[in-house]
């Protein structure tokens, strides 16, 4: 699912309502979000224990230094999640307060730190652009990310990217990236996976030529794989 924000907005899931065991997967959130206090906070705000995003984006446009991306309170949690500030360069990316919150394989960019909150929150395999204790520094830059200017933005994991093969195995929140595709090997860190790179080649069987002319001929094979494009060569021969 996709939310897309031009007004002041968060989407916002709490147990304060009675929201429990809820389960946020393969969704793109932008939103123009400057609350700098815990009510509301950033783009995207879970409460609550056994609350969850997962292979999601959350995307943050203000200008205001001192909002946040997300929040994860109160034992909530997010796997293979990328959090990111287009708008400017954010103080603090995820406020988390209020008990213990978990982060794992997810990437904070553009932040001077990644969290706030007096609660801690317990990180697995996270990266983060900012220098921060129990995170893995790497550059929100192109070098990371297709395209990080807001409005053509694309978070997809550029080819090299330093997010590739360095996350922990979850399979059981993290399977499939936020396009459905499957992850294998390492995982990668983020909301994205990078698709392997195809690095065996084909098999050609039952190779023959027919219905030879001066000038034209017809030749056949078969291969295992039904993509890509066949290459012949062809030269003079007596």
């Known amino acids: ?5 031009a007004l002041p907005i968060s989407f916002s899931l709490g147990n304060g309502g009675g929201a429990t065991h809820c389960d946020i997967n393969q969704c793109i959130f932008e939103g123009y979000s400057p609350s700098s206090g815990s009510s509301g906070a950033g783009s995207l705000s879970i409460y609550g224990n056994e609350n969850r995003v ?14 946040y991306i997300a929040q994860l309170s109160a034992g909530a949690s997010a796997h293979n999640c990328t959090f990111v500030s287009l708008g400017t360069t954010l103080t603090n990316g995820i406020y988390g307060n209020y008990g213990t919150g978990k982060l794992s394989n ?3 960019g553009g932040v001077s730190a990644p969290k706030y909150g007096s609660a801690g ?8 652009n900012a220098t921060a204790s129990g995170y893995t520094t790497t550059a929100f830059s192109t070098s990371t990310f297709e395209n990080i200017t807001g409005g053509t933005h694309d978070l997809r994991l550029k ?18 990236d936020i396009s459905g595709l499957a992850r294998s090997g390492t995982y990668d860190v ?3 996976e990078a698709a392997s790179a195809d690095t065996t080649a084909p098999t050609l ?3 023959s030529v027919t219905a030879v002319a001066t000038t034209t001929g017809t030749g056949n094979v078969t291969t295992n794989e039904a993509n ?4 012949s060569i062809v030269s003079t021969s007596a």
């Open 1 to 5: 699912g996709v939310q897309t924000c």
């Open 54 to 67: 997962r292979n999601s984006l959350i995307v943050q446009k203000t200008t205001t230094a001192a909002a």
């Open 106 to 108: 997810c990437y904070i």
């Open 121 to 128: 929150l317990t990180v697995t395999a996270c990266h983060t």
């Open 159 to 176: 080819s090299g990217s330093a997010l590739i093969d360095v996350g922990t195995t979850d399979s059981t929140y993290a399977a499939s």
């Open 190 to 192: 983020g909301a994205w």
């Open 205 to 207: 069987t039952s190779a």
């Open 228 to 231: 890509g494009t066949l290459y």
